[in-house]
């Protein structure tokens, strides 16, 4: 029999306003906010624990943030100081197990069942990686144990800031059935909300509906629910996360309502995103539009191509299609982006596109007419997440 799984989660505490506060000493103790401009269009990238006493929260607009906590420290961000944090408590990670999951620059799974340490306990790895971490970095993180990593997920967050929670396998059951369902891991505000109106308020209520009846309710998602209400989640902590996407977005000053002008801003987005796939010898077959109205609703409109996008023109051809299919024009927009998904390497790119035959033929040899073109068109249908 397998052993049964030991998974911790760490988790940083509030990681870029706590880098602020430990470089910056007159900061402690105070709300700091990393993020854009509050007299201007910025939105929240973190905010320490004193702010979020004020209700302020990520990706919260700054102007907001700024009425909720008028004596906030606003603070650009300072990518290159964090990354580095990140990078000295990843290898800390490393010298216990290679089984380390990213899921940010500041939380990560391990797999700590079999470890380089040879310690039994989980526990004990999870206590010694946080004093690591504050010994190293300055920084506090709040970490989970448990059997899988759904339940390790819960727990890190259970006791924060600078907390250690274990829920091990004879409590999980116990523990999930009080838990909130709107603390699951998948369940947003809609789903909670619909869950609510189901009589569904914990993870005990979960536990009167069958596979079939969640599955109806809840699409794919309703296997899931159903395993993790009783405290099952074989998912693997998986070291290699393959990349699934590449993009490109910006956010405007002042919000956009003539369709020519985000037009010449997709032309624009499309030309950095063919470099970007250029420089990684990559394009892919999905081509998606993202577009966030001045009211903040966010939209994705999407095409796929067998032969795939790798360069501007190829995306241009799409681009004013798939923005025909929203209120562009109709509607001011604060925000444009453009991802190429289902990647695959440009080397690949000859099976699905018409390629030149050398001449003459080589004697004894017949060709055909040569490779076919597979076809590029393009079907425009409303991304599954975008709600329109």
């Known amino acids: 029999m397998p052993l049964p799984r030991k998974i911790i989660h760490i988790d940083m505490d509030a990681f870029f306003a706590s880098v602020e506060q430990r470089d910056c000493p007159e900061l402690r103790g105070k709300p700091v906010i990393v993020g854009g401009d509050p007299q201007g269009r910025g939105v929240v990238a973190a905010c320490s624990y004193e702010a979020r006493a004020f209700g302020v929260h990520s990706a919260m607009a700054c102007a907001r943030a700024q009425r909720l906590c008028p004596r906030a420290v606003f603070l650009k961000p300072r990518m290159e100081e964090y990354q580095q944090a990140s990078r000295e408590i990843m290898a800390l990670f490393y010298q216990v197990t290679p089984l ?13 069942t079999t470890n380089l340490q040879g310690e039994p306990s989980a526990t004990r790895i999870a206590q010694g990686l946080r004093q690591a971490i504050h010994a190293a970095t300055g920084l506090t993180a709040s970490a989970g ?13 259970h006791n ?27 369940v947003g505000a809609v789903t909670e909300k619909k869950m609510q109106n189901l009589g569904i308020c914990t993870g005990g209520d979960l536990l009167r509906f069958s596979r079939q009846e969640l ?36 956010t405007f000053a002042e919000d956009i309502a003539e369709f ?19 420089r990684k010898k990559t394009g892919g077959r999905t081509l998606s539009l993202k577009l966030r109205y001045n009211d903040f609703t966010t ?3 999407s095409c796929s191509s067998p032969a795939g996008f790798f360069e501007a023109a190829e995306m241009l051809t799409q681009l004013p299609r798939l923005l025909a299919a929203t209120e562009a024009g109709r509607r001011k927009i604060r925000l444009l982006g453009v991802t190429v998904s289902n990647l695959f390497q440009t080397d690949e790119r000859l099976i699905f596109r018409g390629c030149q035959l050398p001449l003459p033929f080589p004697p004894g040899r017949f060709f055909g007419d040569g490779c076919s073109k597979a076809s590029t068109a393009a079907t425009v249908r409303p991304h599954p997440l975008s709600g329109a």
């Open 145 to 157: 144990v448990s059997c899988n990593k759904f339940l390790a997920k819960i727990a890190s967050g």
């Open 299 to 301: 939209i994705t409109r």
């Open 215 to 250: 599955v109806r309710l809840f699409g794919k998602s309703g296997l899931f629910f159903f395993d993790i209400a009783r405290g099952q989640d074989h998912r693997p902590v998986e070291p290699s996360r393959v990349r699934k996407s590449i993009g490109t977005e910006t």
């Open 160 to 186: 924060k800031p600078d907390g250690l929670t274990v829920i091990p396998p004879e409590r999980a059951l116990a523990f999930i059935n009080t838990l909130p369902v709107g603390k699951f891991y998948g």
């Open 100 to 112: 380390v999951e990213p899921l940010s620059v500041d939380e990560a799974f391990l797999d700590v």
């Open 260 to 278: 020519d002008q985000v037009l010449t801003i997709l032309s624009d987005l499309a030309h950095q995103l063919a470099q970007l796939l250029e």
